[in-house]
């Protein structure tokens, strides 16, 4: 093949193609193996905290999963906004399949209250241990609960040997910003959301769909 | 009051709960304060980035969000596993208010063909771009378009403009790994998904509901 210039550039093409290929070909050897060595399965405590967006609607999403693989999911929200959120408009479709508990009273700093919250927060939680005690639910989501960690309400050694009994393959999700250390610790897989820009800075409202 | 104990503790317990409910007063007025300030609403561009876990599921739980509020959602994922995923099972139920599209072919490593995903990636933006001139459309998810623009497989300047053509007030999500400058510039909201820790990591598979 003589080296006109549209021989070199297919040449090129070709190379890159091929080196391309060559680095696939390791790739793929090196996740068939983790694969291979991830073979265990049991229930999963996730946390998704920080201060970042995220930690509830990745919580919902994978509601969503798991209920597109015939799962029955659990629900418990211990903060409660000033509306009705779009994930329990939702979800509330499905009653069969998600059993969905709005517990909160709204954010601390509305009800101003220290004694009603704790007594709320207390209420969720026999809430939470319901399903929690309930082999039949894959996924439980406890949304917002580092909230009531945070301010007190709820104490994280009592919770965590309840999250300790529940059934062996089911799930729990945990949400909201300044996860415990404690919490940390007993989770299997812990996400940190962090906060690289958000619209409500720049003036934009919170919207339908977006913020709840 | 006499200071027995027990009185000294019941003084100790109200001072605690004053001291709440005025720090509480404070912070609703500078929440309310940010929320009277914020008040614009348009569509925003919304990017889930970083090796954590939740950048799509956030993306999913954002749908579910949107549906429960009456919207019209677009999907596009523009990589695709190995199986099924559980969120397309789940929203495939609801052909009437979510266009579905799983347009990759597989992760980069099974192709192994780099023209091959080329092709592909340009095929999934075509219909990214029918979602994206749909005013009817709310909510439009890109699933792992960053994973495209990390391999080259499409132009992100191309993209942006695509992107700021789109509907005023049409919302769109954008995740995967590796998100380029130039889509976090022109974000409103960006998000880094950070691993504190991962149970593949401890040799637990991927499993239903959680990872697919």
Not at 78 to 104: C, D, N, W
């Given at each position: 093949?003589?080296?006109?210039?549209?021989?070199?550039?297919?040449?090129?093409?070709?190379?890159?193609?091929?080196?391309?290929?060559?680095?696939?070909?390791?790739?793929?050897?090196?996740?068939?193996?983790?694969?291979?060595?991830?073979?265990?399965?049991?229930?999963?405590?996730?946390?998704?905290?920080?201060?970042?967006?995220?930690?509830?609607?990745?919580?919902?999403?994978?509601?969503?999963?798991?209920?597109?693989?015939?799962?029955?999911?659990?629900?418990?929200?211990?903060?409660?906004?000033?509306?009705?959120?779009?994930?329990?408009?939702?979800?509330?479709?499905?009653?069969?399949?998600?059993?969905?508990?709005?517990?909160?009273?709204?954010?601390?700093?509305?009800?101003?209250?220290?004694?009603?919250?704790?007594?709320?927060?207390?209420?969720?939680?026999?809430?939470?241990?319901?399903?929690?005690?309930?082999?039949?639910?894959a996924l439980v989501v406890l949304d917002e609960l580092n909230i009531a960690f945070?301010?007190?309400?709820?104490?994280?050694?009592?919770?965590?040997?309840?999250?300790?009994?529940?059934?062996?393959?089911?799930?729990?999700?945990?949400?909201?910003?300044?996860?415990?250390?404690?919490?940390?610790?007993?989770?299997?897989?812990?996400?940190?959301?962090?906060?690289?820009?958000?619209?409500?800075?720049?003036?934009?409202?919170?919207?339908?769909?977006?913020?709840?």
């Amino acid at each position: 093949m003589s080296d006109t210039p549209e021989n070199v550039a297919a040449t090129n093409a070709e190379a890159r193609n091929e080196r391309h290929r060559e680095r696939m070909v390791r790739k793929k050897t090196v996740m068939d193996e983790r694969i291979a060595n991830a073979q265990s399965e049991r229930g999963l405590l996730l946390v998704n905290t920080g201060i970042g967006k995220g930690k509830s609607s990745s919580a919902f999403g994978m509601v969503a999963r798991a209920l597109g693989h015939g799962l029955k999911v659990g629900v418990v929200q211990f903060i409660k906004g000033r509306v009705s959120t779009g994930e329990q408009l939702f979800f509330k479709r499905f009653p069969e399949e998600v059993r969905y508990h709005v517990m909160g009273e709204g954010f601390t700093w509305e009800t101003q209250d220290r004694q009603r919250d704790i007594e709320t927060a207390g209420k969720a939680w026999e809430v939470a241990v319901e399903l929690l005690n309930d082999p039949g639910i894959a996924l439980v989501v406890l949304d917002e609960l580092n909230i009531a960690f945070k301010h007190g309400y709820l104490d994280v050694d009592q919770i965590l040997e309840d999250l300790r009994n529940r059934p062996l393959t089911q799930h729990v999700v945990v949400t909201g910003r300044g996860a415990p250390q404690a919490l940390i610790e007993a989770a299997d897989t812990v996400s940190d959301m962090s906060l690289v820009k958000h619209a409500f800075q720049s003036g934009i409202r919170a919207q339908k769909g977006i913020e709840f």
